[in-house]
């Protein structure tokens, strides 16, 4: 039997919890990607639990206990539980009933097997005990260590009842698979087979899985195989892949950290601010990042406009053109960040005023940029 050790097993809020429900005569297991990454050696980020405990029970024994109990999605079966502050989401194990491709009518399982065959794919139908003893009641370890993202059982069943899915499957390559051997066959012909589905999906879901997916270290792979089952134009008219791996290449030789803005610049495409919901200000980097690809600025002046924005600049310019980074372009682009402009419109308005004073304001900007940012306040003055 596999067994894993992670800190945040052992830790006292864990162990509380467990206790909650264990010291009752009920299951605890530790499910999906806490047990995932751990296994892959990859950070943890939420911890949740499974148990054969009905809701209303588990609410009851965490107060009993001290312990606040949040009804955070009761009707679903899932109670959150706050330990030393630590939230995990504690879950009855269910089966669905019902779905129409966005919602599931679920009931209460009373075994983990039913509860795995719900999920998405093998690898986050891995359970494990408070004692460390992994269960894997799918075969989902296989899968796991071969970085092998498949669906459970049909992949166009899993599907049908999220089509959310179909871009999960692209995200968790992304993040998880094996960028030798690929995607998944059958789970990429089902996702071709239900691009249709996508349009039952919010915006905001869409959006925030194309986010997840390019944040990846190199989603470049998901994405051309999004594009060539028909997906990437579905949640992005007018976007191109190719451009991507590219800038894959020229991140690395920048050392630029992953950025799903930067990233989307790249892959272009009709209102992305609308078709994945974008904040205010992704759409004003956004925006910022256009505007530089197309005005033709050097690279000093581009540092000077767009401050930090800059060197993303730079790197789409390289890719677009087919080219190396070039550090020196880069090195002037943070020196131009880093000047600032001596003049402002008072040093001017004892003789100009309204359109004729932001002329002059400009006119004397442009005239400094010009020079290397070396005129001095009073050089420009005169």
């Given at each position: 039997?596999?067994?894993?050790?992670?800190?945040?097993?052992?830790?006292?809020?864990?162990?509380?919890?467990?206790?909650?429900?264990?010291?009752?005569?009920?299951?605890?297991?530790?499910?999906?990607?806490?047990?995932?990454?751990?296994?892959?050696?990859?950070?943890?980020?939420?911890?949740?639990?499974?148990?054969?405990?009905?809701?209303?029970?588990?609410?009851?024994?965490?107060?009993?206990?001290?312990?606040?109990?949040?009804?955070?999605?009761?009707?679903?079966?899932?109670?959150?539980?706050?330990?030393?502050?630590?939230?995990?989401?504690?879950?009855?194990?269910?089966?669905?009933?019902?779905?129409?491709?966005?919602?599931?009518?679920?009931?209460?399982?009373?075994?983990?097997?039913?509860?795995?065959?719900?999920?998405?794919?093998t690898m986050n139908a891995l359970y494990v005990d408070p004692d460390g003893n992994v269960a894997d009641?799918?075969?989902?370890?296989?899968?796991?260590?071969?970085?092998?993202?498949?669906?459970?059982?049909?992949?166009?069943?899993?599907?049908?009842?999220?089509?959310?899915?179909?871009?999960?499957?692209?995200?968790?390559?992304?993040?998880?698979?094996?960028?030798?051997?690929?995607?998944?066959?059958?789970?990429?012909?089902?996702?071709?087979?239900?691009?249709?589905?996508?349009?039952?999906?919010?915006?905001?879901?869409?959006?925030?899985?194309?986010?997840?997916?390019?944040?990846?270290?190199?989603?470049?792979?998901?994405?051309?195989?999004?594009?060539?089952?028909?997906?990437?134009?579905?949640?992005?008219?007018?976007?191109?892949?190719?451009?991507?791996?590219?800038?894959?290449?020229?991140?690395?030789?920048?050392?630029?950290?992953?950025?799903?803005?930067?990233?989307?610049?790249?892959?272009?495409?009709?209102?992305?601010?609308?078709?994945?919901?974008?904040?205010?200000?992704?759409?004003?980097?956004?925006?910022?990042?256009?505007?530089?690809?197309?005005?033709?600025?050097?690279?000093?002046?581009?540092?000077?406009?767009?401050?930090?924005?800059?060197?993303?600049?730079?790197?789409?310019?390289?890719?677009?053109?087919?080219?190396?980074?070039?550090?020196?372009?880069?090195?002037?682009?943070?020196?131009?960040?880093n000047q600032s402009f001596p003049l402002a419109a008072s040093d001017f308005m004892l003789d100009l005023?309204?359109?004729?004073?932001?002329?002059?304001?400009?006119?004397?900007?442009?005239?400094?940029?010009?020079?290397?940012?070396?005129?001095?306040?009073?050089?420009?003055?005169?």
């Amino acid at each position: 039997m596999t067994r894993i050790s992670p800190e945040w097993l052992g830790s006292v809020p864990a162990r509380r919890v467990c206790a909650v429900l264990t010291d009752a005569g009920y299951q605890a297991w530790f499910v999906g990607g806490c047990v995932r990454n751990t296994l892959l050696g990859e950070l943890v980020a939420d911890l949740d639990l499974s148990t054969d405990a009905p809701p209303e029970v588990v609410m009851q024994l965490a107060k009993a206990r001290g312990l606040r109990a949040i009804p955070t999605g009761i009707d679903h079966g899932t109670v959150t539980i706050l330990a030393e502050n630590v939230p995990f989401e504690v879950t009855t194990f269910r089966k669905d009933i019902d779905t129409d491709g966005r919602r599931a009518v679920v009931a209460f399982a009373g075994n983990m097997t039913d509860d795995a065959r719900r999920r998405d794919f093998t690898m986050n139908a891995l359970y494990v005990d408070p004692d460390g003893n992994v269960a894997d009641p799918l075969g989902g370890l296989d899968d796991l260590h071969a970085r092998r993202v498949r669906f459970i059982d049909d992949p166009d069943a899993r599907i049908r009842e999220d089509y959310l899915r179909i871009l999960r499957f692209f995200r968790f390559h992304a993040w998880y698979g094996d960028p030798e051997n690929g995607l998944d066959a059958d789970g990429l012909a089902a996702c071709a087979a239900n691009t249709d589905g996508l349009d039952q999906l919010s915006r905001e879901r869409v959006g925030h899985e194309m986010r997840k997916l390019l944040s990846a270290p190199d989603p470049a792979p998901s994405v051309a195989a999004m594009a060539a089952a028909g997906v990437l134009m579905r949640i992005l008219p007018g976007s191109n892949a190719l451009l991507l791996a590219v800038l894959m290449h020229v991140e690395g030789q920048a050392g630029l950290a992953p950025d799903p803005i930067r990233r989307l610049a790249a892959l272009g495409g009709e209102d992305p601010g609308d078709l994945l919901r974008l904040t205010k200000r992704e759409m004003t980097h956004l925006s910022q990042l256009r505007e530089g690809l197309g005005n033709g600025m050097a690279a000093q002046e581009l540092g000077y406009r767009f401050a930090d924005r800059a060197v993303d600049i730079l790197a789409l310019r390289a890719a677009m053109a087919g080219q190396e980074f070039d550090t020196k372009l880069a090195e002037k682009a943070v020196f131009g960040a880093n000047q600032s402009f001596p003049l402002a419109a008072s040093d001017f308005m004892l003789d100009l005023s309204g359109p004729a004073l932001g002329k002059a304001l400009g006119n004397a900007e442009q005239r400094w940029i010009a020079s290397g940012f070396t005129l001095t306040r009073a050089e420009l003055l005169r």
